[in-house]
DNA sequence: CGCATCAGGTTGAGAGTTCAACAAAGCGGT
DNA sequence: ACCGCTTTGTTGAACTCTCAACCTGATGCG
């Protein structure tokens, strides 16, 4: 009947860490962009994935795929950046079906003001506190799990965009 | 003007790792407890904290201490698992503004039959694929992290229960 | 061509979270 | 005892995300 594997002291000591570790860092990033540029952490990272793309415009699957993100979610929030202007949608001229999500000026703006309060927050909460061998460690035991994780989630290529 | 630090391209590697494993496992790990025992991620860990608190029940402010979320939150979250019939409300003997909340034992059923899905699923996704050393390390990595966030967001306590 | 099937995207309802406002009870000084 | 301030917890509205249903246009096949 018990055939899990439960977690040793040690493994939940750990787990315990990294899990809240995990989610006091995703709020408080969250809570830093909302404050300082009233834009959730999600809609940034749209913004940041479209400013980086050729045109600064991306199939919202495209776009979905790189954020990991389902498509209804990034219509919603494509949505909602529309109508405050950031973000515009187009018809994509190969595919009728389709559509375009472009990055407005003013969305690259908005993005270039919360963009150094972002980095400072990351930099502060991360690079600033771990020695130059933990962040790279960090980056191997995050591969390391990304590549077992559900293929789904994040398309190959999501790790090619900055 | 910009005296911003910005992030080497090293950094961004990792930090983009980093951030995608992040939400990959976390939605691995949601959809795993909905799919399997219709629960949030959020609301297995109220049960999980319940669980292992004297005669299993918290006061409210506690409960969302330990778990690193808002009252309001909190106050919604009990609400739903109340309507469930798995936590119960009651009155605090010593404070007659508090609530304490009690696992019931349908509660502690739900807990325990969603819990070897779950810890599956998390040894899958962590502890099956990194070395002892890499726990170790990520085990040191989240504890210098967590030691430098808004100690707001988590009692010093939330690392006693598990 | 005609039809079934599939892929891209949107929509609306329901669930969870946040935020601000609020009520009730404790605390502290006078 | 009284008054103000703080703490505890709840509530409702606005917002985000998920899920299922749906529409449209592409694709495959007889």
Do not use: N
């Not at 980086?52 to 954020?67: F, K, T």
């Not at 559509?99 to 980095?119: I, N, Y």
Request: hydrophobic share 40%; net charge negative; proline share 4%.
């Amino acid at each position: 009947m018990d055939d899990t594997r439960w977690l040793t002291e040690a493994e939940q000591e750990v787990w315990r860490t990294f899990i809240t570790m995990l989610g006091a860092l995703v709020d408080t990033l969250d809570k830093q962009l909302q404050r300082d540029s009233a834009l959730p952490y999600t809609y940034y990272e749209i913004l940041v994935v479209l400013s980086h793309a050729p045109d600064r415009s991306l199939r919202m699957s495209e776009l979905a795929g790189l954020r990991g993100s389902s498509r209804s979610r990034l219509s919603h929030a494509v949505a909602r950046l529309e109508s405050a202007g950031w973000v515009e949608r187009r018809e994509c001229p190969t595919d009728k079906r389709g559509s375009l999500a472009v990055l407005t000026d003013k969305g690259f703006e908005v993005l270039a003001a919360a963009a150094p309060g972002h980095v400072t927050a990351v930099r502060e909460a991360i690079f600033d506190r771990l020695s130059p061998e933990q962040v790279r460690e960090l980056g191997r035991i995050s591969a390391t799990v990304l590549d077992g994780l559900d293929p789904g989630q994040c398309l190959p290529g999501s790790r090619e965009l900055g």
